[in-house]
């Protein structure tokens, strides 16, 4: 795969993976290039803030997500939006992402095992096409990441694009500010994540493929 860094992702990227509204967004060291199965990939830190409420200053923000959002480009349409979320704190917002046609409880799908259905909630019109892009070896990969990396992560798949973003936090500004190596643990983190897209990324292609 090859690789470039650039400066970041733009709003309108993000804004494609219908996550959340906010008031402010920053973002940097995008790496962009072509996964070895075709797609075209791109990933960088994002900051995400909203104004608190009620306060009547112009400078004090609340965080809404820091870390990394991936966008990888698919050969095929998934044909339906489908987004796996941890934990919708604006329901009518992805309500109105769903062009406002449906009831929000008739939205979520329910997946077995139990344990999948208690770390993720699918959200989608189309319960077939989630039920086959989900299968038995993609729900496990992606409560394999979650156990094991201790890391919130959500994605939407729509169109022929899927967006991953990790809430990795501020694992790079240390060293950043310091100028110096990131260390072994933050290192095995951005390999991790990046893994996971790659891998997760073949494994939809490949079903993608047989639909």
């Not at 900051?47 to 809404?64: A, E, H, M, R």
């Not at 329901?91 to 799908?109: A, C, H, P, T």
Request: hydrophobic content about 35%; some cysteine; overall charge negative.
């Amino acid at each position: 795969m090859n690789l470039h860094l650039l400066n970041g992702l733009t709003l309108e990227v993000y804004d494609e993976g219908e996550f959340e509204k906010y008031d402010k967004f920053d973002s940097e060291d995008l790496i962009k290039g072509k996964i070895n199965n075709g797609c075209q990939f791109e990933m960088s830190e994002v900051l995400t803030k909203k104004k608190s409420v009620g306060d009547n200053s112009d400078n004090k923000y609340q965080t809404v997500f820091n870390g990394l959002l991936a966008k990888v480009e698919t050969p095929k349409n998934f044909n339906s939006c489908v987004y796996l979320r941890n934990d919708i704190k604006d329901q009518g917002f992805l309500v109105r992402v769903l062009s406002g046609k449906y009831d929000f409880d008739k939205l979520r799908i329910e997946l077995d095992p139990k344990e999948f259905e208690k770390m993720f909630d699918v959200y989608s019109s189309d319960k077939e096409v989630v039920s086959k892009l989900f299968t038995l070896e993609i729900k496990q990969k992606l409560m394999d990441f979650e156990n094991e990396m201790k890391m919130k992560f959500e994605i939407t798949m729509k169109n022929n694009y899927m967006y991953i973003r990790f809430w990795s936090g501020k694992m790079f500004e240390v060293a950043k500010l310091s100028k110096e190596a990131l260390d072994k643990e933050t290192l095995y983190k951005y390999y991790q994540m990046l893994f996971f897209v790659f891998d997760l990324s073949n494994k939809l292609v490949e079903i993608l493929n047989k639909i």
